[in-house]
């Protein structure tokens, strides 16, 4: 099957008929959506910015790990669940943009990286700690931030992006 043809097929779909019908649907799954990405992003963020010792570099990278990695990985299934809603209700919209497809690209690197780290510091528990290997760690801390923030423009211009 084509890209145009899957698109249509899903568009026909009575989940995705009812979801375009249903003005409320679309707004209060991007609400939920963007929140999602918000507790991700933040949750990201205070891991990297500890990873390069601007935030609580006077604790353990494993006190600072144990707080907000679950803020990652738990809400994503959030961000799934809202994005196939999304994609459902428009599918030629997301599927056959490029932003689209950028944020995914996107997406799939940033979820490496933080795979990356949690398996480095598996295996080393001193992993971005002072006293440990620092230059890994800041420079997956610095890619991450690099990435999540392109995955949030990227979002946003899918709405602009044809």
């Not at 994609?87 to 689209?100: D, G, H, Q, V, Y």
Request: proline share 4%.
């Amino acid at each position: 099957m084509t890209l145009n043809e899957i698109c249509h097929w899903i568009d026909q779909t009575a989940i995705s008929q009812w979801i375009q019908v249903a003005g409320w649907i679309v707004p209060t799954v991007q609400t939920i959506h963007i929140l999602a990405i918000a507790v991700v992003a933040s949750s990201a963020l205070m891991l990297d910015l500890r990873l390069v010792g601007v935030f609580w570099a006077n604790r353990p990278v494993e006190a600072v790990k144990a707080r907000f990695l679950p803020l990652i990985w738990w809400p994503l299934l959030v961000l799934l669940t809202t994005g196939v809603i999304m994609i459902t209700a428009e599918p030629a919209r997301s599927l056959k943009n490029l932003a689209f497809q950028v944020k995914m690209g996107l997406l799939i690197a940033a979820l490496i990286v933080t795979w990356l780290f949690q398996f480095l510091h598996r295996r080393n528990a001193a992993f971005g700690d002072v006293a440990g290997p620092r230059a890994v760690a800041v420079t997956l801390a610095i890619v991450s931030i690099l990435l999540w923030s392109s995955i949030i423009f990227a979002g946003r211009w899918i709405a602009y992006f044809a």
